[in-house]
């Protein structure tokens, strides 16, 4: 089996192996986070932080990795990036890092990026590693902006906080609560198998 | 494989007069004994809702109309072009779309706006029934299901507030509903006019009297199953009394059947076949786990009526008790 290449690794996490649509990994945070477009793209750029970090540095020691202690050094030098985007967060944009929560720090146990580490960048170099953190993770912010694009225009009628639809717009207030997520990406995630079956169905005939 | 299967319903689509994907099937014995279709079931039901939709009419008047046509027009819209989506005939004729869309104009209040209409009923069908796969696949009751999405999103206009309406011309509407009125202020609404429907509230509860007359018909038919309203009834009454005694003065345990959806819910909503359990038993579960969490939200909750959430609540557990309940096989032990 040949290992895919820096060039296959980045187009395959943004939409063949997309984290959210296809992997179905990070589904806690990308739930909780996507009520309005903002978080979102803070949450993606968190990921997107962390990921290439934490998969350069893992490619780069992997000659060192031991079998049974390779999760606890994945975990180890995630939360080391974790904490630096937290606290940078909270130094730089104070309101957004108190409303996304403990969903920043989350990112420790965030699926998607133990994942990588684990299929990339612990058997790969450094390059092919920087760029399967890039693909993935640009596919996870398209997953979280294409739910939260939905839900806060439905929920509130505006997209990053900007009035969209006329004032007259009735709120849908259950898009911005939990079952607008699940609602939301349910919907979605059929909406993503239908149009790859109708693509599959083409290229057979 | 799938190219030629699709093709072929594509042609069987425009020539044929049935659609062959659906094969009509029954349980044993086959006996000639009228045919108890869908079709027949839902007009029993469209036939029992009259007295409410007349009372609701009686008493809300232009609002009702306005209400059940909207939500009429929007879920057989709906039905119709989720079945063509999937290539299939529009089942409009089996009449269970009209149910729903009747059973969710009833359970609106009169103030209600006309996009609730229009989204409860594409959440009722699109959600609610056919993203499970139509009629009978449904795991939650779809007009329950479209009520509380539009219940939560527009809280202010649905929720116990929002049935008040001081600027209406029609006097009922610029009164609390009997639970609202009970619950903040202590007013106790009189009997009679909880029988009689003369209060504010959903446009199908508020005659106690219809919903019997109509739940009735249903029971005696056999199109509802009578187990479901009966222990649903006896438990929601076991726990007026727990609560308020046998008392004859202020809110009674009759004032607690009459009043709110508790009756409508009963005959009308938590019967429904689909999402509700199969077994003499599970019905008998079903009803007094719903009675039960009626008088529980209504008791102790901030909301004053219950039966939407209790309804959807114990159609949540339908399979696990339809399981439970599995009477043994014949010669076993």
Redesign the interface.
């Known amino acids: 089996m040949s290992t895919p290449s820096a060039g296959q690794r980045f187009i395959r996490g943004i939409l063949p192996e997309n984290p959210v649509y296809r992997q179905m990994l990070g589904l806690c945070a990308t739930l909780a986070v996507t009520n309005n477009l903002k978080s979102a793209v803070t949450m993606g750029a968190a990921v997107l932080f962390v990921l290439v970090c934490a998969n350069l540095m893992v490619s780069l020691i992997r000659h060192l990795l031991t079998p049974h202690l390779r999760i606890v050094i994945f975990t180890l030098t995630i939360a080391t990036f974790v904490t630096v985007a937290d606290r940078l967060l909270a130094a730089f944009l104070y309101p957004m890092s108190k409303a996304l929560g403990p969903y920043i720090p989350l990112i420790i146990v965030n699926c998607i990026i133990i994942c990588r580490c684990e299929v990339c960048a612990a058997k790969q170099g450094p390059l092919t590693a920087v760029a399967d953190a890039l693909g993935q993770s640009i596919g996870f912010t398209l997953a979280l902006v294409s739910l939260a694009a939905v839900r806060e225009i439905l929920g509130t009628g505006m997209w990053f906080g900007f009035r969209v639809l006329p004032a007259a717009w009735?709120?849908?207030?259950?898009?911005v609560?939990p079952?607008g997520a699940f609602?939301t990406f349910g919907l979605l995630l059929?909406l993503t198998n239908w149009i790859s079956a109708q693509r599959a169905?083409k290229e057979?005939? | 494989m799938t190219m030629k299967a699709s093709g072929m319903e594509k042609t069987d689509l425009k020539n044929a007069s049935v659609d062959p994907t659906l094969t009509e099937v029954a349980p044993s014995p086959h006996l000639v004994e009228g045919g108890r279709t869908t079709r027949r079931m839902m007009i029993d039901v469209l036939v029992a809702l009259a007295p409410l939709v007349g009372a609701a009419i009686y008493f809300f008047r232009w609002s009702a109309v306005r209400q059940m046509a909207i939500c009429l027009a929007a879920c057989l819209t709906v039905e119709a072009l989720c079945a063509l989506m999937r290539r299939r005939r529009p089942p409009l004729a089996d009449g269970s779309a009209a149910v729903t869309a009747i059973i969710l104009a009833l359970s609106l209040p009169a103030t209600a706006p006309w996009y609730a209409g229009v989204i409860g009923s594409m959440v009722a069908i699109g959600i609610g029934k056919a993203l499970f796969g139509g009629l009978g696949m449904n795991l939650f009751n779809p007009a329950m299901v479209g009520r509380a999405f539009v219940m939560i999103s527009f809280a202010g206009a649905l929720g116990a507030a929002g049935y008040q309406d001081a600027g209406s011309a029609i006097d009922i509407m610029t009164q609390a509903t009997p639970l609202t009125a009970f619950q903040q202020s202590g007013v106790v609404t009189g009997l009679a006019d909880l029988l009689i429907g003369r209060t504010n509230g959903s446009l199908g509860e508020t005659s106690a009297l219809a919903c019997l007359a109509g739940g009735l018909f249903l029971c005696l038919r056999r199109s509802a199953a009578w187990r479901i309203p009966a222990s649903m009834l006896a438990i929601a009454a076991l726990f007026a009394i727990l609560q308020t005694g046998f008392t004859a003065q202020g809110w009674t345990p009759a004032h607690h059947l009459c009043g709110g959806a508790l009756l409508f819910g009963a005959f009308f909503i938590a019967t429904d076949p689909v999402s509700s359990p199969l077994t003499p038993q599970g019905q008998m579960i079903y009803g007094a786990g719903i009675g039960a969490l009626v008088m529980i939200i209504r008791i102790f909750s901030g909301y004053p009526e219950g039966v939407m959430f209790a309804v959807l609540l114990m159609n949540g557990l339908t399979p696990l008790i339809n399981r439970w309940t599995i009477p043994p096989p014949f010669g076993e032990q």
Do not use: N, R, S
Not at chain 1, 170 to 175: L, N, T, Y
């Open positions: 009735p709120d849908w207030v259950i898009m609560l079952p609602l059929g169905g057979e005939a």
